[in-house]
């Protein structure tokens, strides 16, 4: 069986504390998120029926700030798994030294078969539910899979109903017009891109000619997919939940998304072959980003990888077992709390914007997320050459030793 990604959480976190000899109390301590809520928000559906979706928050450490992390609409969300993805957030924080800890959303739910109006009312519902653990200076929220600034805003709404004044602190990738930072949308993708220009300097892949798969084209999928088209990498397959398409004389990102809004998908795109998502992780091209979920990188299918560096895109595309394998054959994972940490440190912009409230261009904010995950990169790279260790590993002996390090500072242990 598939191992949960809390299992592989763990199974990550042990590996580390192995090498750097943790404290098995902090170690303890680390395993379990401080907090979680579990809620059941009722929802008025359009067919006049009341619905009870469950969601969760789950607050793992704030030993170096406040909770930070998003909220995802999907029917498969479980307790657990928003569990592993808030300690994933913690050690993210951690790899981009922002002052901020780890926490993550869930709700059990298919955004896809709802109204809007629905959608509005179990966003609200939900944030209504939490709104007695969030807050700018405890925990705050932002998008995760399928949600986006037009979730942010309703949480919001909510969230200054009930304080009776704005503070706009207490969510990230909000809408610019109501104290969103410019450049958030499109922060995840942009930050990969970086990433993946500084780790193809360290492989001597020419960048400007590297032949690069995406799976997944939300917003993480499509942004690393569109900034890495404009550094000149030639994307030559990419796909969505329902499958994908290849093209080894490349891809425009941009044609493909006007298809995909106009069929609802990326398969059939004139001029590419369809392949399914298994096949596309598998094509032979210098960068792999699996973009998607969970588990798509496994012991079944690592070894037919052929890329030369992994960006993980996703949060947990990639099992440890498959880790190990992908390691032996030389294969470069940059792990999702480096690769995708450009999301969660413009968001950190966002909230620094906001309790100044004062707004920078966009510019500003493009340039100091270069430099901080070109910072992020390096100190990971260095600790993969100190340990000998893969780059997952070094990004996880950067982020324990620095959370750890705040703890035993509050005297947590
Ligand atoms: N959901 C994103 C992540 O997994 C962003 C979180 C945030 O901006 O707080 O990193």
């Known amino acids: 069986m598939e191992k949960t990604p809390y299992d592989m959480a763990m199974a990550q976190l042990d590996k580390c504390a192995e090498i750097i000899k943790l404290d098995p109390n902090m170690h303890e301590i680390l395993k379990y998120p401080k907090r979680v809520l579990c809620v059941y928000v009722p929802v008025m559906m359009d067919n006049g029926k009341v619905k009870v979706f469950k969601g969760f928050r789950s607050q793992h450490n704030d030993a170096l700030g406040p909770f930070k ?11 657990e798994e928003v569990m592993a993805l808030s300690i994933w957030m913690t050690w993210k924080c951690a790899v981009a030294s922002i002052p901020l800890g780890g926490g993550k959303g869930g709700i059990v739910c298919d955004p896809k078969s709802m109204s809007l109006g629905e959608l509005e009312r179990l966003s609200r519902g939900y944030f209504a539910a939490i709104r007695h653990i969030v807050g700018p200076q405890l925990d705050i929220p932002a998008p995760d899979v399928n949600s986006s600034p037009r979730e942010m805003a309703w949480f919001l709404d909510e969230y200054n109903k009930y304080l009776g004044y704005n503070a706009p602190g207490v969510v990230t990738g909000k809408p610019v017009e ?17 990433v993946a220009r500084e780790a193809a300097k360290k492989l001597g892949i020419e960048f400007k000619k590297a032949s690069v798969v995406v799976q997944g084209f939300g917003n993480v999928g499509y942004y690393s997919a569109k900034f890495m088209e404009e550094f000149g990498c030639k994307i030559i397959g990419l796909s969505d939940s329902k499958g994908g398409i290849f093209n080894p004389a490349g891809l425009s990102v941009e044609k493909v998304m006007k298809y995909k809004q106009n069929t609802g998908g990326v398969q059939d795109f004139p001029g590419a072959t369809n392949v399914t998502n298994e096949e596309l992780l598998e094509l032979k091209c210098d960068i792999l980003i699996p973009a998607a979920l969970e588990n798509q990188i496994t012991e079944k299918n690592a070894n037919k990888i052929k890329a030369r ?16 394998i992908l390691y032996e054959m030389g294969i470069m994972v940059v792990p999702d709390i480096l690769a995708n940490a450009g999301g969660v440190s413009t968001s950190y912009f966002e909230w620094v914007q906001n309790l100044q409230n004062y707004y920078w261009p966009y510019e500003e904010v493009v340039q100091k997320l270069d430099k901080l995950m070109v910072k992020a990169f390096n100190n990971v790279y260095d600790a993969y050459t100190r340990y000998k260790v893969e780059m997952r590993m070094a990004a996880y002996i950067c982020a324990v030793e620095r959370v750890t390090k705040a703890m035993k500072l509050r005297g947590w242990c």
């Open 69 to 79: 992390g998003g909220v995802r609409f999907h029917p498969n969300v479980t307790m």
């Open 178 to 194: 109501i104290g969103g930072s410019e450049g958030r949308g499109e922060a995840t993708g942009r930050g990969l891109s970086f």
């Open 309 to 324: 560096l992994v960006l993980e895109g996703a949060n947990g595309p990639t099992t440890p077992k498959a880790d190990n």
